[in-house]
């Protein structure tokens, strides 16, 4: 999968639905969207995704999104097949208050090691010869080394891709089986130690959307009742596991800004996501 047909800036609404409630709404879906090309043929209509995230020692980028920073990014770098001919796309996904805003760069595999070390990749080595992909590799490497960045957790899922069959404005996701495990390499594989998961069997529904919020989208969480929910696959996964596996070395180190009220937040956000998933479960 070497396409690349991310939006600069979109806005992203996330639903957690059982799994019959998605075979429902890829019905209702399907009415109105394409399935991404990529899924075709495949078990569930979907592909996988293998995120590599990015964080301080101190987990800087993790709590960020514990304590709900308006402003706030994740550094990670993607691949979606375990081979050595694949590529790798290093991604910053960036919230400006509500809006969603990515940049991202594909590399050859060769070159993920100089990139990881600071250096900016020739055009030889990039995916696709797009000033975009090396601005976007340059201000990634600029986060990474500010932030003294590196791999600490490796996530995994399966997605099902409705989009616009007119352009890339509109597009609609169904994540299932989504796994974390810690990983403090950059070995780029497919084999996880000793993964957890995070939602169980419940799906993560995506409205992705540019401009304004299209009518049949309102229709559709008017029809079936859906009820927005936050999830984040990297901290939603980390704090389920515990953060003591993603510190590097098993070293904790202080939580930043003040930590009792991060801990606290931590405990309201896993509440919820556990009051989601029962209920979720209940309907399934």
Do not use: C
Not at 19 to 32: I, T
Not at 256 to 266: F, H, N, Q
Request: net charge neutral; charged share 25%; aromatic share 10%.
């Amino acid at each position: 999968m070497s396409g690349d047909n991310m939006q600069l800036q979109r806005w992203e609404l996330k639903y957690l639905v059982p799994e019959e409630l998605a075979l429902a709404l890829r019905d209702f879906v399907s009415n109105y969207l394409e399935l991404d090309e990529y899924g075709v043929g495949r078990p569930n209509l979907s592909y996988t995704i293998h995120n590599l995230y990015l964080d301080s020692d101190d987990l800087r980028i993790y709590w960020g999104t514990i304590n709900g920073n308006k402003n706030r990014y994740k550094l990670r770098i993607r691949f979606y097949e375990d081979s050595p001919g694949s590529p790798i796309f290093f991604e910053i996904k960036r919230r400006m208050n509500e809006a969603i805003m990515k940049q991202r760069g594909g590399v050859k595999r060769h070159a993920v090691e100089s990139v990881l070390a600071g250096q900016i990749p020739h055009t030889s080595e990039l995916v696709k010869d797009d000033v975009r992909q090396v601005v976007a590799i340059q201000r990634f490497v600029e986060l990474m080394n500010d932030t003294r960045s590196g791999p600490v957790a490796h996530v995994y899922y399966e997605r099902e891709a409705w989009i616009s069959p007119h352009d890339n404005s509109v597009r609609v996701t169904f994540d299932r089986n989504v796994l974390i495990s810690p990983e403090f390499t950059s070995r780029f594989t497919a084999e996880m130690d000793a993964p957890t998961s995070v939602f169980g069997p419940i799906v993560i529904l995506e409205l992705k959307f540019t401009g304004r919020f299209p009518d049949w989208f309102a229709e559709m969480v008017r029809i079936f009742g859906l009820r927005q929910a936050s999830a984040s696959k990297y901290a939603d996964g980390v704090a389920r596991k515990g953060e003591a596996y993603f510190y590097r070395n098993g070293l904790a180190t202080a939580v930043p800004g003040d930590p009792e009220l991060a801990e606290e937040r931590k405990r309201e956000r896993m509440q919820r996501l556990n009051a989601l998933l029962s209920r979720g479960q209940q309907t399934a």
